[in-house]
Protein backbone atom coordinates (compact mmCIF):
# COMPACT_ATOMS: atom_id res chain seq x y z
CA UNK A 1 0.00 0.00 0.00
CA UNK A 2 2.78 2.35 0.77
CA UNK A 3 4.34 1.85 -2.48
CA UNK A 4 1.25 1.89 -4.49
CA UNK A 5 0.82 5.24 -2.30
CA UNK A 6 3.92 6.17 -4.41
CA UNK A 7 2.76 6.68 -7.78
CA UNK A 8 0.16 9.33 -7.49
CA UNK A 9 2.47 11.20 -4.60
CA UNK A 10 5.57 11.37 -7.46
CA UNK A 11 3.40 12.04 -10.26
CA UNK A 12 1.61 14.98 -8.17
CA UNK A 13 3.93 16.36 -6.83
CA UNK A 14 6.42 16.28 -10.43
CA UNK A 15 3.42 17.57 -12.18
CA UNK A 16 3.01 20.55 -9.42
CA UNK A 17 6.43 21.47 -9.73
CA UNK A 18 6.96 21.01 -13.74
CA UNK A 19 4.12 21.87 -15.31
CA UNK A 20 2.93 19.71 -18.15
CA UNK A 21 6.55 20.01 -19.50
CA UNK A 22 6.58 16.63 -16.44
CA UNK A 23 4.80 14.90 -19.39
CA UNK A 24 6.37 16.38 -22.33
CA UNK A 25 10.12 16.24 -21.73
CA UNK A 26 10.77 17.38 -18.27
CA UNK A 27 11.06 21.04 -17.02
CA UNK A 28 13.13 22.42 -19.16
CA UNK A 29 10.62 21.24 -22.03
CA UNK A 30 10.17 24.13 -24.34
CA UNK A 31 6.38 25.61 -23.41
CA UNK A 32 3.86 24.71 -26.00
CA UNK A 33 1.22 25.55 -23.67
CA UNK A 34 -0.62 28.27 -22.45
CA UNK A 35 -0.99 29.64 -19.01
CA UNK A 36 -4.88 28.03 -18.58
CA UNK A 37 -3.52 24.80 -19.50
CA UNK A 38 -0.52 24.56 -17.24
CA UNK A 39 -2.68 25.98 -14.43
CA UNK A 40 -5.14 23.53 -15.50
CA UNK A 41 -2.73 20.71 -15.49
CA UNK A 42 -1.23 22.04 -12.04
CA UNK A 43 -4.57 21.70 -10.40
CA UNK A 44 -5.28 18.33 -11.68
CA UNK A 45 -1.53 17.55 -10.08
CA UNK A 46 -2.10 18.96 -6.62
CA UNK A 47 -5.60 16.38 -6.73
CA UNK A 48 -3.53 13.65 -8.02
CA UNK A 49 -0.87 14.28 -4.60
CA UNK A 50 -4.23 14.54 -2.54
CA UNK A 51 -5.27 11.02 -3.50
CA UNK A 52 -1.96 9.76 -2.90
CA UNK A 53 -1.84 11.01 0.58
CA UNK A 54 -5.25 10.04 1.38
CA UNK A 55 -4.47 6.18 0.67
CA UNK A 56 -1.63 6.78 2.41
CA UNK A 57 -3.93 8.01 5.60
CA UNK A 58 -5.35 4.08 5.13
CA UNK A 59 -1.98 2.81 6.06
CA UNK A 60 -2.85 3.51 9.94
CA UNK A 61 -6.39 1.43 10.41
CA UNK A 62 -6.41 -0.11 6.76
CA UNK A 63 -9.21 -2.74 8.37
CA UNK A 64 -11.10 0.80 9.60
CA UNK A 65 -11.25 2.99 6.20
CA UNK A 66 -12.85 0.31 3.44
CA UNK A 67 -15.23 3.79 3.01
CA UNK A 68 -12.12 6.00 2.36
CA UNK A 69 -10.11 3.14 0.49
CA UNK A 70 -13.51 2.92 -2.07
CA UNK A 71 -14.10 6.66 -2.40
CA UNK A 72 -10.31 7.14 -3.37
CA UNK A 73 -10.35 3.78 -5.78
CA UNK A 74 -13.56 5.47 -7.42
CA UNK A 75 -12.15 8.57 -8.01
CA UNK A 76 -8.87 7.01 -9.62
CA UNK A 77 -11.28 4.68 -11.69
CA UNK A 78 -13.45 7.44 -13.20
CA UNK A 79 -10.19 9.51 -14.13
CA UNK A 80 -8.51 6.24 -15.39
CA UNK A 81 -11.98 5.66 -17.74
CA UNK A 82 -11.98 9.35 -18.93
CA UNK A 83 -8.27 8.02 -20.01
CA UNK A 84 -9.63 5.44 -21.93
CA UNK A 85 -12.24 7.36 -23.61
CA UNK A 86 -9.74 9.44 -25.42
CA UNK A 87 -8.27 6.85 -26.58
CA UNK A 88 -10.40 6.78 -29.54
CA UNK A 89 -9.55 10.16 -30.24
CA UNK A 90 -6.68 11.52 -29.47
CA UNK A 91 -4.83 8.04 -29.80
CA UNK A 92 -2.33 6.20 -27.68
CA UNK A 93 -0.74 8.34 -24.96
CA UNK A 94 2.67 6.57 -24.81
CA UNK A 95 4.36 4.39 -22.17
CA UNK A 96 4.47 6.61 -18.96
CA UNK A 97 0.63 7.64 -19.59
CA UNK A 98 -0.33 3.56 -20.39
CA UNK A 99 1.37 2.89 -17.00
CA UNK A 100 -1.01 5.36 -15.19
CA UNK A 101 -4.26 4.02 -17.06
CA UNK A 102 -3.15 0.13 -16.03
CA UNK A 103 -2.52 1.44 -12.42
CA UNK A 104 -5.84 3.48 -12.71
CA UNK A 105 -8.13 0.94 -14.11
CA UNK A 106 -6.53 -2.47 -12.70
CA UNK A 107 -3.64 -1.97 -10.41
CA UNK A 108 -6.13 0.08 -7.94
CA UNK A 109 -9.18 -1.88 -8.08
CA UNK A 110 -7.39 -4.71 -7.08
CA UNK A 111 -6.08 -3.08 -4.06
CA UNK A 112 -9.23 -2.33 -3.40
CA UNK A 113 -10.09 -5.69 -3.39
CA UNK A 114 -7.64 -7.14 -1.05
CA UNK A 115 -8.46 -4.01 1.66
CA UNK A 116 -11.67 -5.01 1.63
CA UNK A 117 -10.47 -8.47 2.32
CA UNK A 118 -8.15 -7.50 5.10
CA UNK A 119 -10.74 -5.38 6.32
CA UNK A 120 -13.21 -8.60 6.30
CA UNK A 121 -11.28 -10.86 7.96
CA UNK A 122 -10.17 -8.33 10.71
CA UNK A 123 -13.68 -7.65 11.48
CA UNK A 124 -14.48 -11.75 11.75
CA UNK A 125 -11.20 -11.83 13.69
CA UNK A 126 -12.69 -9.44 15.98
CA UNK A 127 -16.24 -11.27 16.81
CA UNK A 128 -17.07 -12.67 19.82
CA UNK A 129 -16.51 -16.43 19.52
CA UNK A 130 -19.63 -18.43 20.87
CA UNK A 131 -18.99 -20.10 23.62
CA UNK A 132 -18.34 -24.23 23.69
Same mark, same amino acid.
Given at each position: ?5 C ?17 S ?5 A ?6 L ?9 L????? $? +? ?5 ? =? !? *? ?8 L %? #???? $? +????R?? =? !? *? ?8 ? %? #? ?7 I ?12 H ?12
Amino acid at each position: MALGGCVPVFAGTAGLVLGPGMASGGAFAAAPWDAALDSHFRYLSGLLLGIG $L +GFWSTIP =A !L *PARTARFRLL %T #AIVV $L +GGLARLA =A !L *PGQGWPGGPM %T #AALVMELVITPLLCLWQGRVAHEAERNTRPQPAA
